[in-house]
């Protein structure tokens, strides 16, 4: 499903989208203990609203949720179609958290699919991110990921000559890797990541897990 070298028991970075940079191939965590992360300047910067993110929410919003993820992860797909809609529903959309979706593609094909996204208006990203998320066991496994995650975005106005051009679009692709080597400054090595106000949970976690988190919070 990936692009992927598998030698001497291990998994080898894959060849990305811009030359010498990488996206290493990790599996995600099965959730550790929460960790927070120490405040060095670059640090603390990242752990807030950067000019250039995508923010679900208000962005005035007193709890931070921020979310490292890949396209090809399949626990990521989980959150976005199984744990976000309830978290959005009571803590998003009533004013208390807001999310800041970052991507940390672990393979070639998850990099590509990040930059179409980014190459969506920003009214229509969160829209573009949960098709594709949706349609993740469809596309991902496919000969050909890319063409056939292209079939879903055409209802979002996405065609095959928008795509390629995204593709060859330098500027969307930096912006994916500034993101990926923004995760990998805060300690991220696996998805999904979330920070929530500054405290790193790795990977899945449960409706139950982050309402407690964002409950005393709230407090």
């Not at 931070?64 to 998003?92: M, N, V």
Request: with cysteine; hydrophobic share 45%.
């Amino acid at each position: 499903m990936r692009n992927m070298l598998i030698v001497a028991g291990g998994v080898v970075a894959v060849a990305a989208i811009a030359a010498g940079v990488y996206f290493g191939t990790r599996p995600p965590a099965a959730g550790p203990t929460p960790v927070a992360v120490a405040a060095a300047p670059d640090k603390t910067a990242l752990l807030a609203v950067q000019p250039t993110d995508h923010v679900l929410g208000d962005p005035k919003a007193p709890i931070t949720l921020i979310e490292y993820a890949s396209f090809t992860c399949p626990h990521c797909a989980h959150f976005h179609t199984q744990i976000l809609p309830e978290i959005k529903k009571k803590w998003i959309d009533t004013g208390k958290v807001k999310l800041i979706y970052r991507d940390f593609p672990l393979d070639q094909v998850a990099a590509k699919a990040a930059q179409i996204a980014e190459c969506a208006p920003n009214d229509r990203y969160f829209g573009i991110i949960d098709l594709i998320f949706r349609g993740q066991p469809q596309w991902a496994a496919s000969q050909d990921p890319i063409a056939e995650l292209g079939k879903p975005l055409r209802i979002a106005g996405m065609g095959e000559n928008e795509i390629k051009a995204c593709l060859a679009n330098e500027a969307k692709a930096n912006e994916v890797i500034n993101d990926y080597r923004g995760g990998e400054t805060l300690g991220v090595n696996s998805t999904p990541s979330l920070f929530i106000n500054g405290t790193l949970y790795k990977g899945a976690r449960s409706v139950e897990e982050l309402d407690a988190a964002f409950a005393k919070l709230a407090k």
